[in-house]
């Protein structure tokens, strides 16, 4: 412990002493505290540049875009360093795979890109380390093909102090990609649309499109033919029309009304075309555009129908020719349309069925003429007319070539009937009565049979030839003369086979060819009426030989056996 007793006497022994040490105290005391006070708040000011600083090389860090720097010594203080610093940053090292990462030199950045691009790199780099040179370039990365973007920019300060020239890589192969996709997309559409236009300029038809306001938006190069004086472009700038013999739109009506229906339409119209007028057809068909029902846009298009409409003409004289020939015809005509209305008819007609011309000349339909004939009782019996009638209808939808058919009346005539397609839609019926000859066929029919079984139950063997020499008529006795086969018989063979068939019965070695001629010779004679044959069965046939009235030749066989006496 220090003696107070002794401090005191100090004190009192020079108290100016002791009150200069105390000041100086306070002093020190007081600067160290300022000291420790600045000390504390450059610490500060310290931590937070370091935080900027760590902030500004995260923000650069984070951005997608690499770069490499040259950092120049400061000019305006005494910098001990001498020389550029390069650095390479994080996302420059992982855009490259650069296997030194940040400590990547300019040149091992370098190596990342074709020959040729790197001359034209470093040109860049020079322009801007020594002059100051902004540039901004793309470039392809040798070995993955990325597309990189390179852009040089200087970075000094507000006093004019260098800091560093900086260049900047972004990857732009995505959008690179997506524009070279998008351009070959817009060439490809490009292309098409070329083609379409292409297309629509060379059809024989004027074309055009209409807004939903009636104006015409596009035209073919046929419909400005039509307007001779004006181009496409002024056409569509001037909303303008083709014009008719009337001296109006050939189509602006025609298109309000289907805007409006919403139905396609067409109009026959007339057109002058180098003073001459010429048939044509316009034609207007609604749709909705852009996917909108509120809006409805309309194509058109002209048709010349001048050779149609003349050879409708034509087609008309030459049917109106034909029916007055059918008219003068005494089978009975009428031509009934698609809607089933009578269109023509002829006096046989109505003469057949019974029917006024006051009738006939209402154009009845076709269901109303069948209730009228029914009840004339001109109709076949059938259990269910009704059913009868609806079938009849039916077949002008059904009828696509002539057909014939009976119609087997209660007053006992038989019609035969044809129908068959109008030209100009609906059907022609013809009418004719067969009833007589029905009949003769009938009695003709029932002579032949008379007479087919008279021969077949003669005792002599007959066979005929018919004009083409074949036969069509053989007995059962023939058969059994000649041992014939009834199915080469019913072959209808020729005069010539039958005379093979029968060779067995005259030749035994013998020339057969020499006989068969004989034979032939005396058969077919113009003059011979009996010939005399005989076999080797020692059967002698004695031949009739008769020419029919329609031509054919018969031959009938009697036999005699021979005795051996």
Known sequence: MPDLELLQ??????????????????????????????????KQKNYFLKRDRERYAETLYASHDGYF????PDEKVNDPRKTIVERCSRRLAVILNLPAGTKSSFEEVMKNFYKDDVKKIYKYVALLMEEGVAFEDYFILKNSEKYIRLEGVRISG??????????????VSFATNRIKSLEAEKSDIKNKLNRLLDLLDNLPLAIWLRDNNYKIVFCNKKYTEFLPNKTRDEILETNSEIIGTNGESISLELAKRVHKSNRK???????????????????????????????????????DINELDQLRRNLKQHQEAQLEILGALGTAFAVFNQ????????????????????????KPTYSAFLD??????????????????QDEVKNFSRIFEPTNDLMHLPNGRTLRRMRAPYPLGGIVFAYE???????????????????????????DAVIIFGTNGRVNFYNQAYIKLWNA?????????????????????????????????????????????????????????????????????????????????
Not at 69 to 72: H, K, Q, R, T
Not at 342 to 356: G, M, P, R, V
Not at 373 to 388: C, I, N, Q, S, Y
Not at 520 to 545: C, G, H, P, Q, W
């Open 9 to 42: 006497d100090f004190y009192y022994a020079a108290p100016e002493l002791w009150l200069l040490l105390t000041a100086v105290f306070l002093l020190l005391l007081l600067s160290v505290a300022s000291l420790g006070f600045i000390n504390l708040k450059q």
């Open 69 to 72: 720097a040259f950092i120049y």
């Open 158 to 171: 507000a006093d004019g102090n260098i800091y560093c020239d900086m260049i900047w890589f972004r990857d």
């Open 265 to 303: 339409a067409k109009t026959p119209v007339g057109i002058i075309v180098d003073g001459s007028r010429v048939a044509m057809e316009a034609c207007e068909t609604p749709f909705y555009a852009e996917q909108n029902l509120d809006k409805t846009f309309s194509a058109g298009c002209l048709t």
């Open 339 to 362: 809607n089933m209305v009578l269109n023509f008819y002829n006096q046989a007609f109505a003469k057949l069925w019974k029917l006024d011309s006051s009738f006939l000349d209402e």
């Open 372 to 389: 009228v004939v029914r009840e004339k009782r001109l109709l076949p019996e059938v259990p269910d007319f009704k059913a009868f009638r």
């Open 433 to 459: 009565d067969i009833s007589d000859r029905l009949a003769a066929t009938s009695a003709y029919n029932a002579i032949i049979s008379v007479q087919n079984e008279m021969l077949q139950n003669l005792f």
């Open 485 to 565: 086969n009834k199915n080469f018989l019913d072959s209808e063979p020729t005069f010539e086979e039958v005379l093979d068939s029968q060779k067995q019965f005259f030749t035994a070695g013998s020339d057969w060819e020499g006989i068969k001629k004989g034979i032939s010779d005396n058969i077919l004679s113009m003059t011979a009426k009996t010939v005399f044959l005989r076999r080797n069965d020692n059967k002698n046939l004695e031949l009739s030989i008769a020419n029919l009235s329609n031509g054919s030749l018969m031959i009938s066989y009697s036999a005699k056996e021979i005795s051996d006496n």
